[in-house]
């Protein structure tokens, strides 16, 4: 790991955030708008109050804790902080008496959803390097916050999956977002606008999914030669 040290150390970003203020207000804002998707998920299947705070909680702590226990952190994040909890509730308590209001909840769910990865991206990486790991896990842990948290809440609320949606970008837009903010770090850009730029890719290439049919290639099956 020692090979990633130089790079790691030009990207500033564990320095900057030592004390954790902005991998603490990305957490925050991620949590909420993760939770307010995991309520729209609920009311899509009529569940109770109980429900929705249920699902919203799993939306929002799922990725920050599978990251934290991956990184070996003690106490997770939300352990440390009941609050998130707290935040995760009243999120789900307002979409509960509020989402009949909305004229497309499944619209205004794909729309959060890409807002909170666009956040929860730069919420992984940050931890990640104020940790001090290298490049290759601030990519890993920067995707699996970004994304575990909305595919529990789809699995369990049976529902695809919006991370392996075909024809989507979703996955992508999560890793070129953390790319980004290695890549600003190594050319030397400070720490928050490393953060911003890795929030501002992931959004754009998710909106760009979402508006304009932005997608990859898709694997087609073709019939075995003959020989």
């Known amino acids: 790991m020692s090979g990633w040290a130089p790079l790691a150390a030009e990207l500033s970003l564990g320095t900057l955030l030592g004390d954790r203020p902005i991998a603490t207000a990305l957490d925050y804002a ?14 899509r299947q009529q569940l ?19 990251r934290d226990l991956l990184l070996g952190r003690d106490p997770v994040f939300w352990v440390g902080r009941p609050e998130f909890i707290v935040l995760a509730s009243l999120a789900a308590i307002i979409v509960f008496f509020t989402a009949h209001l909305l004229e497309s909840r499944y619209r ?14 730069p919420a992984g990486v940050s ?20 994304t575990f948290g909305g595919l529990m809440r789809d699995v369990v609320c049976n529902e695809v999956p919006l991370v ?13 977002g953390a790319a980004t903010a290695l890549i600003l770090g190594a050319v030397g850009l400070p ?10 890719v992931t959004l754009f290439l998710r909106a760009g999914s979402l508006r304009l ?15």
């Open 213 to 227: 049919g932005w997608k990859l290639p898709v694997y087609k099956a073709r019939p075995p030669r003959q020989r």
């Open 191 to 200: 720490g928050l606008p490393a953060l911003i730029g890795c929030g501002l």
């Open 127 to 146: 931890i990640t390097l104020a940790l001090g790991h290298g490049p290759v896990i601030v990519l890993l842990m920067g995707v699996v916050t970004g």
């Open 48 to 66: 109770d109050i109980v429900g929705f705070i249920f699902i919203a909680i799993l939306t929002a702590l799922g990725g920050g804790t599978l």
């Open 30 to 43: 991620s949590v909420l708008v993760f939770a307010l998707t995991g309520a729209l998920v609920a009311s």
């Open 164 to 176: 392996l949606k075909q024809g989507e970008l979703y996955l992508s837009c999560a890793f070129a």
């Open 108 to 121: 205004a769910l794909l729309w959060l959803d890409a807002c909170a990865l666009a956040v929860a991206v």
